[in-house]
């Protein structure tokens, strides 16, 4: 299924960039700017997710009523 590698990508996109702010946030010098660039890029592939999982049909065998 396309579809689902292609969340699970970001997902992994999403998590590794977490990884990279907290790293980070844990140096003695942070860069404030290196966050804020990690943090908009974090945000920008969970809007994408959402976005996708949105516009899916529902594969989970639920019904909406």
Same mark, same amino acid.
């Given at each position: 299924? #396309?579809? =689902?590698?292609? $969340?699970?990508? +970001?997902?992994?996109?999403?998590? !590794?960039?977490? *990884?990279? %702010? ?7 010098? #942070?860069? =404030?700017?290196? $966050?804020?660039? +990690?943090?908009?890029?974090?945000? !920008?592939?969970? *809007?994408? %997710? ?16």
């Amino acid at each position: 299924m #396309p579809m =689902q590698e292609h $969340i699970e990508s +970001l997902r992994a996109k999403h998590a !590794r960039l977490e *990884e990279l %702010i907290q790293e980070e946030l844990h140096r003695p010098l #942070p860069d =404030q700017a290196v $966050i804020t660039r +990690l943090k908009k890029e974090k945000l !920008r592939i969970k *809007e994408e %997710i959402e976005r996708i999982r949105a516009l899916s049909p529902r594969t989970d065998g639920a019904t909406t009523h």
